[in-house]
């Protein structure tokens, strides 16, 4: 791996640590100030809302400028969010903007990848960014949680500026302002990642435009590459698979939260080391899929996904933490397996149809999307019918083996009548 890769890892390990414990604080900030439980469950698709909005354009500002810097000012973007968490902003709104900064940083992350490796290093180099990212989820929501403790949080709210009011008064907004110094290192590392002098494709295709019109005219050639993107293939498998698995697994996050306080009793602090044992899990089955699958193997792992669903569904029976840990530990893994190949499978089409930045951007709308729809489907549930957290998982789990079992029809269709192209990757993968 070239050193660049390197300072991307741990860039994005510090961006991803902050956001993951900037999740467990907003939980407790909410439910301390007294807000409403649905808007605890909204906190998931208020993160997704730009990554959506923006989609058309984020991509083609990460392919018109060098991604380093487009990392640089995500991260700044979150500083934002986090200081309007802190002073007054409601935490939902806040949350949207730290959502806006990791919706621009995202292509930048993914999209320089392709610019650094060849296609030969990118389920390797997938596993690694999905592995230290997996890390530190597992280490961020163990730090937000501990951020947030009676312990921590009393040490840290001891700390005073003389004459100066900083209105952190709270064990949440305690940890607010811990984790904006972990987004201005990842900022710091950002600016070390170096140029890779692949020619850049500008947002401002014609000059006898006006700004605004051209920024309008990325719309139309993002819904191009989106179509481009579902109608190739194997891309349409990669991606409807990427799309279920980020849409279901970014709300789960939250939904351990309310399972384990519902199945075992526990609070913010303690539910969140059960999402970490997950996180540990992915990390577990990311790595193992870097060292043992290759690109022209990566359709191969969709009956994992089915598994992962049924598993999803026997967690309404667990009562016993000692139980659940291994479980999702297991779950976990499984997830992990499954999301590196086909990542990689999907950055390696999307990148040969129209670029790297693109069709991450292509893949984020689909994956946010996915995320919002069916977080903002939870939150309604919850606020509106009552939906708890057993009922919640039964439907999620159904909702993946079900869809997955439906990709692998649908994949199993296109070998049938499309070899060309599964000849065409066992190709590229072994040229590389």
């Not at 539910?271 to 870097?290: D, K, Q, W, Y």
């Not at 990566?298 to 669903?309: C, D, F, Q």
């Not at 991450?360 to 994956?367: D, G, M, R, S």
């Not at 692998?408 to 070899?419: D, E, F, G, M």
Request: glycine share 10%; with cysteine.
């Amino acid at each position: 791996m070239k050193r660049g890769f390197y300072t991307i890892m741990v860039a994005q390990f510090f961006s991803s640590l902050a956001d993951n414990a900037l999740f467990v604080a907003a939980v407790e900030l909410l439910q301390t100030q007294g807000y409403a439980p649905w808007q605890g469950a909204a906190l998931v698709p208020m993160f997704a809302l730009f990554y959506v909005v923006l989609a058309p354009f984020v991509g083609a500002y990460a392919d018109a400028r060098p991604k380093g810097v487009v990392m640089f000012k995500s991260n700044s973007i979150k500083v934002v969010g986090c200081l309007m968490m802190l002073f007054g902003a409601h935490p939902l709104v806040a949350y949207a903007v730290v959502g806006l900064g990791a919706a621009a940083y995202s292509p930048a992350k993914y999209g320089i990848l392709t610019e650094l490796l060849p296609p030969s290093q990118l389920v390797k180099a997938n596993g690694w960014i999905e592995g230290l990212t997996i890390a530190s989820i597992i280490l961020g929501v163990l730090l937000g949680g501990q951020l947030i403790s009676p312990t921590i949080s009393q040490w840290l709210l001891s700390w005073d500026l003389p004459y100066i009011d900083t209105g952190i008064n709270t064990r949440a907004k305690a940890a607010v302002a811990v984790l904006i110094g972990l987004y201005l290192l990842a900022a710091w590392f950002n600016t070390k990642i170096p140029e890779t002098h692949v020619s850049l494709t500008p947002m401002i295709r014609d000059e006898g435009k006006s700004r605004a019109a051209n920024l309008w005219s990325l719309v139309p050639d993002f819904i191009s590459c989106n179509k481009l993107l579902w109608t190739d293939k194997l891309g349409q498998i990669s991606l409807a698979t990427t799309t279920l698995f980020w849409g279901v697994s970014g709300n789960l996050r939250y939904i351990v939260l309310a399972w384990s306080a519902a199945a075992l009793g526990y609070g913010t602090s303690q539910a969140s080391s059960l999402v970490g044992v997950v996180a540990v899990g992915t990390a577990v089955g990311a790595v193992m899929a870097s060292f043992r699958m290759r690109l022209d193997q990566a359709t191969r792992v969709m009956p994992l996904g089915i598994a992962m669903g049924i598993m999803v569904l026997g967690m309404d029976f667990i009562r016993n933490a000692w139980v659940a840990a291994p479980f999702l530990v297991l779950l976990g893994g499984l997830g992990g397996f499954l999301v590196v190949p086909m990542n990689a499978l999907l950055q390696h089409r999307g990148a040969r149809l129209m670029g790297g930045g693109r069709s991450i951007a292509v893949q984020n709308f689909n994956e946010q999307t996915c995320i919002l729809a069916l977080g903002g489907g939870y939150a309604f549930l919850t606020g509106m019918v009552g939906l708890n957290a057993f009922e919640a998982l039964t439907g999620f789990g159904s909702l993946v083996a079900v869809m997955m079992w439906l990709i692998q029809k649908w994949h199993a269709h296109n070998v049938i009548h499309h070899q060309v192209d599964l000849e065409s990757l066992e190709h590229d993968a072994q040229e590389s």
